[in-house]
């Protein structure tokens, strides 16, 4: 079974920093795309960073240069490197897992930027 564990959220101000975390168990990631996506309040999910099969790295436009993916293979694990928060980065974040014609999702881990 796989399972997807989003943690490191919180509560920051405009301008702070952020690290999210997901582990994964039950696969690994070759041949996945892996990555981040978030849902903030009113809107549609939208994706923000992803690893993809290929290992092309795809940014969010309004993520580019302040929110970096990573990932650790040993440890089955995809971080997100959230800097210079902005308000409008408020959302839930969620990690998925696209593998072999299935997809795989986290509960989420919200993130709250304040003004």
């Known amino acids: 079974q796989v399972r997807l564990v989003e943690s490191g959220g919180g509560l920051v101000q405009a301008g702070g920093s952020l690290r999210l975390s997901c582990a994964v168990s039950?696969?690994?990631?070759?041949?996945?795309?892996m990555g981040w996506y978030r849902r903030a309040p009113g809107k549609r999910r939208e994706s923000v960073a992803i690893f993809t099969s290929g290992d092309i790295i795809d940014y969010a436009d309004s993520v580019k240069g302040r929110f970096t993916i990573s990932r650790d293979n040993a440890k089955n694990t995809v971080y997100l490197q959230m800097n210079s928060l902005k308000p409008e980065d408020t959302a839930l974040y969620y990690c998925n897992l696209k593998k072999s014609f299935n997809d795989y999702w986290g509960r989420g881990t919200q993130v709250t930027v304040s003004s």
């Open positions: 039950g696969s690994d990631f070759s041949g996945a795309n």
